[in-house]
């Protein structure tokens, strides 16, 4: 689930334009892997970033409560929702660019 907002304020600061929503489950494991302390609305250049090093992790329910494929296919589909609504705010269509 993500959300399109600006100034709401949360425990890691303001929530701006375009960023991703996960568990705090989710949000406490990662801040375990070294990479700082994650909330549960983070910014989409960070996550895009994570998602990639995640990848790269063992699955172990220590990092990944819910499973390392389902954090991963859920943080790549908001990332993904959210390249669809920038596109679509700016009115570009793939087939511009074909």
């Known amino acids: 689930m993500y959300l399109l907002q600006m100034g709401k304020v949360g425990k890691g600061g303001i929530v701006g334009l375009m960023s991703i929503h996960i568990s705090k489950r989710t949000a406490e494991a990662l801040s375990k892997i070294g990479m700082g302390d994650f909330y549960i609305w983070e910014p989409k250049e960070r996550m895009a970033y994570v998602v990639l090093v995640l990848k790269k992790l063992p699955d172990s329910a220590d990092i990944f409560p819910a499973g390392k494929s389902a954090t991963i296919q859920h943080i790549e589909y908001e990332l ?19």
């Open 80 to 98: 993904d929702k959210l390249a669809i609504d920038f596109l679509t705010q700016k009115k570009i269509t793939c087939e511009e660019y074909l």
